[in-house]
């Protein structure tokens, strides 16, 4: 049997580097993994480039680039450990990278240079690493903490961290792990669904815009209302079963189902005046018109649908016009459901925060701790949720 001082259980973007911080501090740690390859979203993240963090994030207050019941928790852990301090070590590793949008920061090179940087990180640090290998049993005992029945052997650990993920992308390895070890232990867990995830749309009233896959067009997308209401802007993508691109991704996190979205498909214009000007000067039809405000297949597909809308734009009633440009600013539209976890980013919902430090990670059973995705902590599209895997593992990882 083996013993450590600590057992990290998952080899992604959190467990690495939470092993590579302990092991630097000078534990004896093991870190292990039940995949056949390592960081798999690390490696598939940022179209293969990495989107590692985000220079925008405030750390004075974090808690408003992420959701959870209860977002405040991972401004402790956000404010002790920067954008800035991740990105110090990249560039220790000589890693270029450049920012791309909104403080998104990507690898000029492929994503495989951040695992290098954890995996050296964790050589420095003399983490053990067992993967494949997966974990059969965990008990506890007050006396002797954790015992861990792996396909290679029985450990034993004062210390169990767990940064397993989520169910996201189930392709490359996710599992509901991590929940089952909360409820072994009593842990409570906010219910986990979808996230930055395409939306689809069914019945007939999707029909006119089911031709328009492959088209994208920056809007303004929101949701909820009052004090609920969230919006973006920000690209969006037209899918042949409904909508993806950042602007679906961003507002899919806070959506629920039954919920309509509103768009906006020409953020900044005023389409009512501008379809009233065109109609005083203009004899073009009115699908030309409207081209210049919005992509050409866009408006042949919201005039199509109206007899009369289908003639020059001279020719049409005032109020035809002014229910088009409304449909334009705020076409309202409820999704019928996501692409599921196949597609998602990220897997809202977790380990119920309440259940763990926000100075620690460690839960209220004493020695086990979660960090990453797994918890109830979700950022918004843009490096955001890897920085929060950097920070929860450093927090954990310092307080082990």
Known sequence: MSSFDAVVVGAGAAGLFCAAVAGQRGLKVLLLDHGERIAEKIRISGGGRAN??????????????????????????LSRYT?????????????????????????????????????????????????????????FSDEGGYRIDTDRGEVRTPKLVIATGGLSIPQIGASDFGYRIAAQFGLRVVTPRPALVPLTFGGEGWAPYAGLAGLALPVQIETGSRKERMAFVE???????????????????????????T?????????????????????????????????????????????????????????ALHALAERIARWQITPSGTEGYRKAEVTAGGIDTRELSSQTMESKQPGLCFIGEVVDVTGWLGGYNFQWAWASAHACATAL
């Open 263 to 319: 768009i906006d498909f020409a953020p900044g214009v005023e389409v009512a005046s501008a379809l009233a000007e065109a109609k005083r000067l203009s004899r073009k039809r009115i699908a030309n018109e409207l081209a210049a405000l919005v992509p050409s297949r866009l408006a042949d597909a919201w005039v199509g649908q109206d007899s009369a809308l289908q003639r020059p734009i001279n020719e049409a009633a005032d109020r």
């Open 83 to 139: 954008p800035q301090q991740f990105i110090a070590l990249v560039e220790r590793h000589g890693i270029a990278f450049h920012e791309k949008h909104k403080g998104q920061l990507f690898c000029d090179g492929p994503s495989q240079q951040i695992i290098d940087m954890l995996l050296a990180e964790c050589a420095s640090g003399s983490v053990a690493h067992w993967q494949p290998c997966g974990v059969r049993d965990i008990a």
């Open 52 to 77: 590692f963090t985000n220079r925008d994030l405030d750390v004075r207050a974090p808690q408003r680039h992420f959701i959870g019941d209860n977002p405040n928790f991972c401004r402790s852990a």
């Open 235 to 261: 690209d969006l993508l037209f899918t042949h079963r409904g909508l993806s691109g950042p602007a679906v991704l961003q507002i899919s996190s806070y959506w629920r189902p039954g919920m309509p979205l």
